[in-house]
């Protein structure tokens, strides 16, 4: 309650009616009692806010455009005929689902549509579908079977390197290239694309290669042209004739005004020297430096007679001052150093001596005994076999060991054996089978993939151009299908390319 006005304000009031307070009562009108707020307001660290309750009769202020909503039923969940308006929709079965439950038919795949009842086989199919097929019972694709893989004559193969070794191929392209069913024991006639020129002159040949390099530049032409044509001895006689008549050394003429030309220079160079000093080179390029050239070593020691292993001594003590077999044993450790070992001692037996089949025999069950038979790997006995056995005898001795295992000799290596040992051993038992195949494919792996290993591909092409180059490029095309020319066409370019294809005999 107010207290009541003074009687200044009193009088003020009578002038003024309009600053009179309103009457009590009407106060008490506009405010509701204090026990019916449906709110007390209290310190919030006393007490926290409480929403209402449906007990009092406060109500949250609707929108104007909505309605309230129902005190029984939540505005979380939607009306219900909303989802059940679509019910009768997915309900209702078709006429041609009851036919198929009345009409069951074989489990199909999940991909494929079902099948419709046998009496509507041979009815037309409906025109309302535009892309109507009827459908066929046959296996998924996924389940088809795979195409052979066995290899054919005359198609591309390809192969990926063993994990076990980089050197190494897969068994498929193996079992085709080294077949034992087709294994001739006797040794087999080659022809090289190079042979002697006939119409050789060394004094005219000598003049063309001193004018060729003459004045300033080279005629690389002239001179890839001459030398690819003639043969070793041929380029012999022309690099004394040369000497004699100039007083020059062939050679470092030829080093130094091919100098821009590297791939080019090193085919050159190599082949102005003889069959012993190429490969003592090689070995040498492939010891000296940092690390081995494991591959280098195999293909020349493995493939190699007897005399031409002794002249390659002869020519690395004659040129380097070095012997051979200590430099093999510096760089080389483990079972494939013996191996090198056993190769370099140019021991091997004749190739024209008579076969033995009662040693053929009696080595097929060592190597048996040594490798599959027992657990481990006896490389010692592997060893005496393959280093100590002419090609001929050794031929006898793997098809008998064919008749007493269940793996062919290059599988039994392959499971035996690993790293380059691995290597070495299968270089011996493709070279025994089949050498031309054997090339061929040492030619292709230098050319297969990105970028080319020309060390690789010269050594090989210019060892083998004139002793068996005919029979590897017959080998070649029968296994990738496509002839080496356009493999080397593919890879090398300019006077290098020219010279090497005229080396094949594939460019006058």
């Known amino acids: 309650q107010q207290p009541p006005p003074q009687p200044f304000l009193q009088q003020q009031y009578q002038q003024q009616p309009y600053l009179q307070p309103l009457p009590q009562q009407h106060l008490y009108q506009q405010q509701p009692p204090p026990q019916q707020l449906p709110y007390q307001q209290q310190p919030p660290s006393q007490q926290p806010f409480q929403p209402p309750t449906s007990q009092t009769h406060y109500q949250t202020p609707q929108p104007l455009h909505h309605a309230p909503p129902p005190p029984h039923q939540p505005l979380q969940q939607p009306p219900q005929p909303h989802y059940q308006t679509p019910q009768p929709h997915y ?16 489990s199909q795949p999940l991909h494929h549509a079902p099948p419709p009842p046998q009496q509507q086989h041979q009815q037309t199919p409906p025109p309302n579908p535009p892309n109507y097929q009827p459908p066929q019972f046959q296996v998924p694709s996924q389940h088809a079977p795979s195409p052979p893989t066995t290899s054919t004559v005359g198609k591309p193969l390809s192969y990926t390197d063993s994990t076990s070794s980089r050197l190494s191929m897969t068994d498929s392209l193996d079992d085709f290239m080294f077949d034992l069913s087709k294994l001739t024991i006797e040794e087999q006639v080659a022809h090289g694309t190079v042979v002697p020129y006939e119409k050789f002159d060394p004094e005219v040949d000598a003049k063309r290669l001193r004018k060729a390099m003459k004045g300033l530049g080279c005629d690389k032409e002239t001179v890839w042209k001459m030398v690819a044509k003639r043969s070793t001895n041929q380029r012999q006689r022309i690099k004394l004739q040369f000497k004699t008549m100039y007083g020059k050394d062939l050679v470092k003429m030829l080093h130094s005004e091919l100098s821009m030309t590297a791939n080019f220079r090193t085919v050159v160079l190599a082949l102005f020297r003889t069959k012993a000093e190429r490969d003592a080179q090689w070995i040498r390029d492939a010891i000296s430096g940092v690390g081995t050239d494991e591959r280098c070593l195999i293909d020349i020691l493995v493939t190699r007679t007897s005399d031409e292993i002794k002249d390659i001594r002869e ?11 200590t430099d093999i044993k510096k760089d080389t450790s483990g079972h494939f150093k013996r191996l090198l070992v056993s190769l370099v001692q140019g021991n091997r037996p004749s190739n024209f001596l008579p076969v033995d089949e009662d040693l053929a025999k009696s080595d097929a069950e060592r190597l048996f005994k040594a490798g599959v038979k027992r657990w481990g790997t006896d490389e010692s006995t592997f060893n005496v076999v393959m280093c100590s056995r002419s090609f001929p005898q050794l031929r006898a001795t793997f098809r008998e060991y064919n008749k007493i295992c269940k793996y062919d000799i290059v599988k039994s290596i392959k499971k035996e054996m690993s790293g380059d040992l691995k290597s070495g051993m299968l270089a011996v038992a493709k070279s025994v089978i089949n050498q031309h195949a054997y090339f061929a494919s040492r030619i292709y792996k230098s050319m297969k993939g990105m970028g080319t290993n020309d060390r690789e591909l010269i050594r090989n092409i210019v060892s083998r151009c004139e002793v068996d180059m005919v029979e590897i490029k017959a080998e070649f095309m029968k296994l990738y299908g496509k002839p080496m020319a356009s493999w080397i066409k593919g890879d090398t370019s300019g006077f290098y390319e020219s010279i090497l294809l005229c080396l094949i005999g594939d460019k006058e």
Do not use: M
């Not at 078709?94 to 074989?106: E, K, M, N, S």
């Not at 040129?319 to 077999?325: I, K, M």
């Open 315 to 325: 020519s690395y003590d004659k040129f380097f001052g070095r012997d051979l077999e």
């Open 91 to 106: 309900q209702a079965p078709t006429p041609p689902q009851q036919q198929f439950q009345q009409h069951p038919v074989p």
